[in-house]
């Protein structure tokens, strides 16, 4: 794994574009169910990052990264051929923008992914993980595990504040069944 030199910042990002609470040091997300990430996203996937590249947006103020991602199964939404979106924070030469509690994907790694269009900074209507760590799984040997595990989550509606699968993680089946019967209600 690459380690920057350099961290130019620590992005905070706005209760508005995350649904979060925001502490002055910290990022804390509230919690959100599969229910809830499947009904609020508009695009829902399962499938493999081909590519990422950085890049500054337009005004030189932010980093931003492009992740482009095979699709092995739509889940909710529709979509033809590789899906292309944008993440905050990435690396350009020596300086690195951080998201706290922000997705973390690499190519060759399969997710099942939670997307929506938002503005981004100084980056108008782009598919994104608008939900951080919370709309992103990694996939291993079959089963679905949240990239909010072992961060510190806000208890959501219904009081919980654990993770969808916590430590042992979902069976892919029953997040597929799961979201697919979310979006047909």
Do not use: C
């Not at 889940?75 to 997705?103: C, N, P, R, W, Y």
């Not at 959501?156 to 979006?183: K, S, W």
Request: glycine share 10%; proline share 4%.
């Amino acid at each position: 794994m690459h380690v920057p030199r350099i961290v130019s910042r620590v992005a905070l990002v706005s209760a508005a574009l995350t649904a979060s609470a925001i502490k002055a040091d910290a990022t804390t997300l509230i919690r959100q169910g599969l229910d809830q990430l499947a009904s609020d996203n508009e695009l829902v996937l399962q499938g493999r990052v081909l590519e990422t590249h950085s890049y500054w947006n337009d005004d030189h103020t932010f980093i931003l990264t492009n992740v482009r991602v095979r699709p092995s199964q739509i889940l909710k939404g529709s979509h033809d051929g590789d899906v292309t979106f944008t993440l905050m924070g990435g690396t350009v030469g020596e300086i690195t923008t951080l998201i706290v509690g922000g997705a973390d994907l690499w190519p060759g790694s399969d997710y099942v992914l939670f997307l929506s269009r938002v503005d981004l900074p100084g980056a108008a209507d782009r598919l994104t993980v608008r939900d951080h760590a919370q709309g992103v799984f990694d996939l291993e040997n079959g089963r679905a595990f949240s990239q909010a595990l072992g961060h510190a989550l806000l208890p959501g509606p219904g009081g919980r504040a654990d993770v969808p699968g916590g430590e042992e993680g979902l069976v892919l089946e029953d997040l597929v069944r799961q979201v697919r019967a979310q979006t047909n209600r």
